[in-house]
């Protein structure tokens, strides 16, 4: 088993990490950050043990394709002992912080992806685990790297994103800042080889140039221009001819979908408003064991994969049966809520049992419920937003591109009965993706 790292190590943070429990009203808060979004079965068979025996067994799917167990009370140094010994800590406890970087759920079996980006997103993560400079950023500094995925989030902000590119033959890395592929034009590109030189160099040069409260990417490109950024990469950087990326958002993929291998599926199912128990996660894992290559992968929809399968029939029937949501025709798949008032002191209104009614009264519709401004649960802007104002009350807002923050604002104080009677008169192509 790896040591306990003692608690002195850790820095300051509201961020829970894999070795700070950070307090909630309905108890601590553990986040387990894994690499690409990949746990193997056995580690998720560890996880669910630890959140059954050291917490109240709830365990949620974040939009960083990370897990998190909530409900720990006085047994959080037993919990964090079961995580490590299952070999899901850092190398080391000041790692913990920087394991920011996204995948795409499907890398390395998607069907249009133009390389496999896990060898280089192991190269990139052990750079940030081992070179102390590296552990000087913000727990909330992100880095995404997706090599041409049909499935992938490209909605999410993060403080530099790598995208795959084909020019000419030749496959390239275009890259921003703080930014995301969906919305934003590249600023350059790289050669495949220089993805892990550019990662280094992007952050390397932010260190040294960030003050101590510019945590992130945007804060210091609201003082310095992109480019006497790029001027002083001093990396020989590409043009983006020829790049493009969606323009809109991905589907939602849930079921069943062909792999570049053959006679191979994976299987996509979401946790009801990205909350799953132990037994769920047993579920899945003793599937992944059966029916596919032993691994599961967290997806940034708040749900799982399982990679090559080969009876996907089985295995949608019986992750339904867990509880899991395979179809996006289920009233819950296209809803997000965060924990709201029931777990968090920010929570103005209980969002996940609103929710629940809500997907009765407005079924199809993709709506984000948030119980405060900082929208936890959703990193992107969803089609339908309802801000909490009060206990049962909502601000109605609807996604616009040329609107900061949840869009144009359409409603206010809504009740639930009020939010669902408004959408179900607004047609489903104006409201949702």
Not at 197 to 223: K, S
Request: hydrophobic share 45%; net charge negative; proline share 6%.
């Amino acid at each position: 088993m790896k040591p306990i790292p003692p608690s002195n190590t850790l820095r300051p943070s509201a961020c829970p990490g894999l070795l700070r429990i950070v307090q909630a009203l309905d108890g601590g808060i553990c986040r387990i950050k894994l690499a690409g979004g990949s746990i193997l079965a056995e580690q998720a068979l560890a996880v669910a043990d630890a959140a059954q025996a050291h917490a109240g067994g709830v365990i949620e799917a974040t939009n960083r394709a990370n897990l998190q167990i909530r409900g720990i009370g006085a047994e959080q140094d037993a919990l964090i002992a079961a995580l490590l010994a299952a070999d899901l800590g850092p190398r080391s406890a000041a790692g913990d912080d920087v394991r920011n970087l996204m995948l795409s759920p499907s890398a390395g079996i998607d069907c249009e992806m133009l390389f496999d980006t896990r060898p280089l997103a192991d190269e990139i993560l052990t750079t940030l685990e081992t070179h102390p400079r590296f552990h000087e950023l913000s727990a909330k500094f992100a880095v995404q790297l997706d090599g041409g995925e049909a499935l992938a989030m490209l909605e999410h902000h993060h403080d530099l994103w790598l995208s795959a590119f084909d020019a000419n033959g030749q496959t390239l890395l275009a890259f921003g800042l703080a930014g995301c592929p969906a919305q934003d034009a590249p600023l350059a590109a790289v050669p495949l080889a220089q993805g892990h030189a550019l990662v280094v160099a992007v952050l390397e040069l932010f260190l040294e140039l960030a003050r101590p409260d510019q945590t992130r990417m945007r804060h210091l490109l609201a003082e310095t221009s992109v480019d006497n950024f790029l001027r002083q990469l001093n990396l020989p950087l590409q043009p983006v001819d020829g790049f493009s990326r969606h323009s809109n958002p991905a589907p939602l993929h849930l079921g069943s979908y062909p792999q570049r291998q053959k006679n191979q599926v994976y299987v996509a199912a979401v946790a009801p408003l990205g909350r799953l128990d132990s037994a769920m996660l047993r579920g899945a894992a003793q599937l992944a064991v059966d029916h596919g290559d032993a691994t599961l992968r967290v997806t940034p929809w708040q749900g799982l994969l399982l990679p090559n399968i080969r009876d996907a029939t089985a295995v949608i029937e019986r992750l339904e049966r867990l509880g899991f949501l395979c179809s996006v025709d289920q009233p819950l798949a296209r809803l997000i809520a965060c924990t709201g008032s029931s777990g968090c002191a920010k929570g103005l209104a209980d969002t996940k049992t609103d929710a629940l009614q809500l997907a009765t009264l407005a079924p199809g519709h993709s709506v984000h419920l948030s119980g405060c401004p900082r929208s936890c649960a959703a990193a992107h802007t969803a089609p339908v937003t309802l801000l909490a104002v009060s206990p049962g009350h909502y601000d109605l807002y609807f996604r616009d591109a040329g609107q900061p923050g949840f869009g144009r604002l359409h409603a206010r104080t809504l009740s639930i009965e009020a939010a669902g009677a408004l959408l179900r008169a607004h047609p489903r192509s104006n409201t949702d993706d």
